[in-house]
T-cell receptor, first 114, second 116 residues
């Protein structure tokens, strides 16, 4: 069974700071990787996804993530955060070949101070 | 195009009562997934359904929980004889096709169940 670890439970940054949220997964086979975001009072939205190909994935709102297979990692990055990025971020993994059962990390709450 | 809809958004039940949570997938989506989020935890997969079929229920508790996705109407997650430990946010997601590498799951706003 796969598992996902998000090491930072709560991150606090000032506007314009750079962001990197860690995500490591445990699974022996091919995986599909996702980052979801949940803004206050809203439902989960997909930020970006990786299925195959270029390990550097661009998502919405200036976010990107890099899949490093040797490290079983899929860290989320953004060069300059904004106050509106305050949200909870979830990393998720599913077995390769289909987007069926998603296994989520416990989430990272990002607070951006104006 | 309406997104995934869930109702009710908030549900309060007393111990021993039944809870029914509804999920209407996005138009054109025939696959539904249910997840549960306990306080301070990530979402945990419960069950994956197609119309009239349960495909994977490996995350469902063995007792008191059931799910269906009938040919007509929304998917229903049913919890019988609720206990305080069932208090959580229950999220539904849908996808147009369960197989394939390019389909993503679209999430609803969730139902927050509180058991008194």
């Amino acid at each position: 069974a796969q598992s996902v670890s998000q090491h930072n439970h709560h991150v606090i940054l000032s506007e314009a700071a750079s962001l990197e949220l860690g995500c490591n997964y445990s699974y022996g086979g091919t995986v599909n990787l996702f980052w979801y975001v949940q803004y206050p009072g809203q439902h989960l939205q997909l930020l970006l996804k990786y299925f195959s190909g270029d390990p550097l994935v661009k998502g919405i709102k200036g976010f990107e993530a890099e899949f490093i297979k040797s490290k079983f990692s899929f860290n989320l990055r953004k060069p300059s955060v904004q106050w509106s990025d305050t949200a909870e971020y979830f990393c998720a993994v599913s077995p390769g070949g289909s987007a069926r059962q998603l296994t989520f990390g416990s989430g990272t709450q990002l607070t951006v101070l104006p | 195009n309406a997104g995934v809809m869930q109702n009710p958004r908030h549900l309060v039940r007393r111990r021993g009562q039944e809870a029914r949570l509804r999920c209407s997938p996005m138009k054109g989506h025939s696959h539904v997934y249910w997840y549960r989020q306990l306080p301070e935890e990530g979402l945990k997969f419960m069950v994956y359904l197609q119309k009239e079929n349960i495909i994977d229920e490996s995350g469902m508790p063995k007792e008191r929980f059931s799910a269906e996705f009938p040919k007509e109407g929304p998917s229903i997650l049913r919890i019988q004889q609720v206990v305080r430990g069932d208090s959580a946010a229950y999220f539904c997601a849908s996808s147009p096709n369960g197989a394939g590498t390019t389909n993503e799951q679209f999430f609803g706003p969730g139902t927050r169940l509180t058991v008194l």
